[in-house]
């Protein structure tokens, strides 16, 4: 069969209900904890914090599809369905036999997959009658994508965005702004946690954890707002399903049978959202299919973390997730220019890993930036770093196949652009860029500070 360059579905193959791999999965990922009583979050708990309907997805682990609202389809048509492109000139630059195809989640303003669950989150926000929502962002990408969909839907939008990265990046701040959302410096003076947090760390820069904390405080201290999370969660995987039911189409409208899938993992929700549909099939003894997560060295949560309960963020007031983890104080070296920072791991995500239904890799950050760079030359599209991580290993896998002769077939998540990243790459083309692995002593230090639940 003649596969275009670039597919894209027409409207009336759009998926019309979102996966939920929980109910395939034999053993469920493990239940968030009260982190006061240590008893399994119950509903009232998590809607307390979270929009109702939302925690009654983060608790569903049978329902396998759930409708998408009409509302939030009809987002989704402006922006989706994305291509799934085949890979001709790069498979030709490489002389490989493999045929690699990735789909492209990048062309909205947001640049990135997380366009996808802002829209659902922000939709249930605003059909529980809410005021605003509040969160937490590091590199900007999610906080944008939450903006676009609170503008569209008239909420509120509150962003606490890691320090160092709202002085660094303050393009990302201002179209945050531009969308009407209120960025806020973190750690700041304006919650409980922020000014203990500054309190013993003057002049910290801030963390992605320690912004979670801000968020959530302010969520449940102002009326009318909720706070809402743009990865690691159960529902985050469950909107971000939309990415593999639409590659999972595409590819059995063309017969394309992907060998391996690839995907770069931060908290896990652009991976657990390409795999789930075809990890459905692989639980379900219908089709196998080779996974692998592609993490940063100078993060390695799924390779060299302990699968474990633990706090989520850094003020300890978020429920308590068992995970893939190297502690909820551990910050990445300051050189680390890539993404993917957060300490732990979606429980699904994690569950399934040391089910061994996938498997991981990590990846030196300059060995990353070399594979953009070279995606960027051949492909024309100028990859977020942390898309990268998933080039690099697709490009590993295609090279080796020229090694074997093996044709095999390899499909990757591209999640996004790198427009914002460009103080990495200046890095990187400058040969300043270094990598920086953590040694066995800095991740069990951090991995010290674990929830005592974990002796019961
Ligand atoms: C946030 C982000 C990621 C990582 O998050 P996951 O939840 O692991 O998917 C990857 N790529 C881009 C472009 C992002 O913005």
Redesign the pocket.
């Known amino acids: 069969m003649n596969i275009p360059y670039k597919i894209y579905l027409e409207e009336s193959e759009l998926p019309r209900q979102w996966y939920n791999v929980r109910a395939d999965m034999k053993n469920k990922p493990a239940p968030l904890l009260n982190p006061a009583t240590l008893a399994p979050a119950s509903l009232d708990e998590l809607s307390a914090v979270f929009c109702h309907d939302l925690a009654m997805q983060e608790l569903d682990d049978t329902t396998a599809l759930i409708d998408i609202p009409e509302e939030i389809l009809n987002f989704y048509k402006m922006y989706r369905p994305s291509p799934l492109v085949r890979a001709y000139c790069l498979e030709k630059a490489l002389g490989t036999p493999a045929k690699i195809y990735y789909k492209f989640?990048?062309n909205n303003t947001?640049?990135?997959?997380?366009l996808n669950s802002a829209i659902a989150q922000a939709y249930y926000a605003k059909k529980q009658g809410l005021k605003g929502v509040t969160t937490e962002t590091?590199?900007g990408?999610?906080g944008t994508a939450l903006s676009m969909a609170c503008a569209y839907l008239g909420l509120d939008c509150k962003v606490y965005m890691v320090k160092v990265s709202y002085e660094q990046k303050p393009f990302r701040r201002e179209v945050m702004r531009t969308y009407g959302a209120n960025v806020t410096p973190s750690p700041s003076d304006t919650t409980n946690v922020g000014r203990k947090i500054l309190s013993e760390f003057p002049g910290t820069t801030g963390s992605l954890g320690c912004a979670i904390s801000e968020a959530v405080e302010a969520a449940v201290s102002t009326e009318g707002y909720r706070y809402v999370l743009?990865?690691?969660l159960n529902q985050?995987l469950l909107h971000?399903s939309v990415i593999g039911l639409e590659t999972m189409a595409a590819c059995d409208k063309y017969e394309i049978k992907p060998d391996v899938i690839i995907?770069?993992?931060?908290?896990?929700?652009?991976?657990?959202?390409l795999i789930s549909p075809f990890m459905g099939r692989k639980l379900r003894g219908e089709a196998d299919y080779q996974f692998i997560a592609v993490e940063p060295a100078s993060c390695p949560s799924l390779t060299r973390g302990k699968f474990a309960y633990d706090f989520c963020d850094t003020g300890k007031v978020c429920p308590l997730a068992k995970m893939y983890t190297l502690g909820s104080g551990f910050i990445p070296s300051p050189n680390h220019a890539g993404?993917?920072r957060?300490h732990g791991m979606?429980s699904i995500v994690s569950q399934l890993y040391h089910d061994g239904l996938m498997e991981a890799r990590s990846c030196e950050q300059t060995s990353v930036f070399e594979a953009a760079v070279q995606f960027a030359r051949i492909e024309g599209i100028l990859p977020?770093p942390?898309?990268s991580h998933a080039i690099r290993v697709a490009l590993d896998e295609a090279l080796r196949c020229k090694e074997t002769g093996e044709e095999k077939t390899i499909l990757f998540g591209l999640?996004?652009?790198?427009y914002f990243d460009m103080v990495a790459y200046q890095k990187y083309n400058d040969g300043e860029m270094s990598d920086y692995i953590p040694t066995d002593e800095d991740i069990a230090a951090s991995l010290a500070n674990l929830p005592p639940t974990n002796e019961a």
Do not use: D, I, P
């Open positions: 989640e990048g947001s640049g990135s997959h997380k590091g590199a990408q999610w743009g990865s690691v985050v971000q995907g770069c993992a931060g908290g896990g929700s652009n991976l657990g959202g993404g993917l957060y979606s977020a942390e898309s999640t996004g652009t790198g």
